[in-house]
């Protein structure tokens, strides 16, 4: 597996992660709110809708550390954590695009699910779930087990935020929302409209929380996207979900690869992350 850090021809001091010539993520060094890829937008359109002040924030997968700077530089104060199980990774983009010394970013290497096993009861507002392992999320982070150990990390009212890759019938992304529902009521979606429409494969972005999210505000934010964005709120999302099946440790896959063509396709801003 190759992996690098490829300069932003577009932009000085921006840099893609591509790993086997595919861009995973993109971070401008110099501008913490300059979002390339779509998903990271949708993240951050949940992120700022709740409620105001810093954040405990537990990232499982680093990536390039793009929604840690961010998360920085609009929710000043912030504690957070980044977790990957490549070492190499991390060492890169420490490398080429270090953090401002500033942000407050605790990395540990290690598998995801085994440090959120470690991790104390009511300590996180927030758990983003981003991890891919080669070009699919590995089926035990995508349990009704695995979210058991969420609901418990979290504090009350704090929100998951899982990254999904998935297209046509989207049953994998359909299982992930109906198996956060067995902790976290109240759930919302939001994707690329061709992606939710199910025309193409890609990135769908689920929150779950135990309390309402701030929907009119997510909504706003998603309308105002440079691409068109879908939105689903609580209702929508339970509908979505109906009938869909509860991932289990016994009977969870992994998530489906993208289509050949998407694995190869360069500066995707709507392809599933691979």
């Given amino acids: ?65 793009t929604l840690p700077r961010y998360v920085a530089a609009a929710r000043p104060g912030s504690y957070q954590q980044a977790v990957d199980i490549d070492a190499g990774l991390i060492a890169l983009v420490r490398e080429v695009a270090p953090l401002p010394k500033r942000v407050k970013v605790k990395v540990r290497i290690g598998d995801a699910r085994e440090q959120l096993a470690a991790a104390p009861g009511d300590c996180y507002d927030v758990i983003v779930v981003d991890v891919y392992a080669g070009h699919v999320t590995p089926a035990h982070l995508t349990t009704r087990e695995f979210f058991a150990e969420c609901a418990r990390v979290l504090r009350p009212g704090g929100a998951v935020l899982f990254n999904a890759g998935d297209g046509g019938e989207q049953r994998y992304a359909r299982a992930i929302v109906a198996t956060l529902g067995e902790f976290f009521a109240q759930r919302c979606l939001l994707a690329g409209t061709t992606v939710l429409r199910g025309r193409r494969f890609g990135n769908l972005v689920v929150g779950a929380s135990t309390v309402p999210f701030d929907e009119p505000a997510i909504a706003r934010r998603a309308a105002g996207d440079v691409f068109p964005t879908g939105f689903m709120g609580a209702a929508e999302s339970a509908g979505y979900a109906k009938g869909a099946r509860v991932n289990t440790d016994g009977d969870a896959v992994a998530s489906p690869a993208p289509p050949a063509l998407l694995e190869v396709r360069k500066r995707s801003r709507g392809a599933a992350r691979p």
Avoid at 9 to 31: E, I, M, W
Avoid at 45 to 64: C, I, K, S, T
């Fill in 1 to 65: 597996m190759s992996t690098e850090m490829a300069p932003d021809p577009d932009r000085p001091g921006a840099f893609y992660l591509r790993v086997n010539d595919s861009d995973q993520s993109h971070v401008d060094t110099g501008d913490p709110y300059r979002l390339e890829f779509d998903y990271i937008r949708h993240l951050t359109y949940v992120l700022d809708a709740l409620p105001p002040g810093p954040l405990r924030v537990l990232h499982l997968g680093a990536g390039a550390l």
